[in-house]
């Protein structure tokens, strides 16, 4: 199991960070592990974090959560339809992450 739920402590033996940014970076760091991406998705948190004055705070975080996580789908473990938004939204809907996490990678900007 590479993610148990966005709602779980732990995950595969690992104590998450309760913010959806940190589980974010740290579900992104796990599944990307390797992956040439994953110093993509970091710049992109750095970016969306440098930005994040011009979102309402009740919102910043999902907005960073999204920016670590929408490239997981390309991960071979995560591959369902061989579209990456959708594969990444649909693994972490099945996981219980907010919708609007889940829809942003597949619809930029959307739900934030």
């Not at 732990?10 to 592990?33: F, N, P, S, Y």
């Not at 959560?65 to 693994?91: E, Q």
């Given at each position: 199991?590479?993610?148990?739920?966005?709602?779980?402590?732990?995950?595969?033996?690992?104590?998450?960070?309760?913010?959806?940014?940190?589980?974010?970076?740290?579900?992104?760091?796990?599944?990307?592990?390797?992956?040439?991406?994953?110093?993509?998705?970091?710049?992109?948190?750095?970016?969306?974090?440098?930005?994040?004055?011009?979102?309402?705070?009740?919102?910043?975080?999902?907005?960073?959560?999204?920016?670590?996580?929408?490239?997981?789908?390309?991960?071979?473990?995560?591959?369902?339809?061989?579209?990456?938004?959708?594969?990444?939204?649909?693994?972490?809907?099945?996981k219980g992450w907010p919708k609007a996490v889940c829809e942003s990678l597949t619809i930029?900007?959307?739900?934030?």
């Amino acid at each position: 199991m590479l993610y148990r739920s966005v709602n779980s402590q732990r995950w595969d033996g690992v104590i998450v960070a309760g913010t959806l940014e940190a589980k974010g970076r740290e579900v992104a760091a796990h599944i990307m592990q390797g992956h040439a991406r994953l110093p993509h998705l970091a710049t992109v948190a750095a970016r969306a974090e440098a930005l994040s004055s011009t979102v309402p705070k009740p919102k910043v975080d999902a907005l960073v959560a999204s920016a670590w996580l929408h490239d997981i789908g390309y991960a071979p473990a995560l591959r369902r339809t061989d579209f990456h938004p959708l594969d990444g939204a649909l693994f972490l809907r099945r996981k219980g992450w907010p919708k609007a996490v889940c829809e942003s990678l597949t619809i930029p900007a959307a739900g934030l």
